[in-house]
């Protein structure tokens, strides 16, 4: 699958994720689009996944799988901090 289905959910607002969603199966007619999100914007990014599927691509998009992960990375101050990640998968019908 090619990185242009991917959509990378962080600050903007919740809107722009979900016509992001939408414009992927509309316009682009892709067949799968991956949401993914890190820490704190982890629940943003299962309100996009749920307002896509239930609201505007009602019967036409599922959510085939979600993987969650955590990544461990060296901040700023040198500590070694450990952030959740979680990618859902969105398939045509």
């Known amino acids: 699958m090619a ?3 991917s959509i990378f959910v962080g600050s903007k607002p919740f809107m722009n994720y979900v016509t992001a969603v939408v414009m992927q199966f509309t316009v682009q007619n892709a067949k ?4 993914k ?5 982890i629940s943003r990014a ?3 996944a749920e307002v896509a599927t239930k609201r ?3 019967e036409q998009v599922e959510i085939n799988d979600i993987e969650i992960d955590s990544e ?4 700023k101050d040198g ?3 450990r952030v ?3 990618e859902i998968t969105l398939n045509k019908k």
């Open 79 to 81: 500590k070694n901090v």
């Open 84 to 86: 959740s990640s979680i």
């Open 3 to 5: 990185a242009d289905n």
């Open 37 to 41: 999100a890190r820490g704190k914007f």
């Open 72 to 75: 461990e990375f060296e901040n």
């Open 32 to 35: 799968e689009v991956i949401i």
């Open 56 to 58: 505007f691509l009602q």
């Open 46 to 48: 299962v309100d996009v």
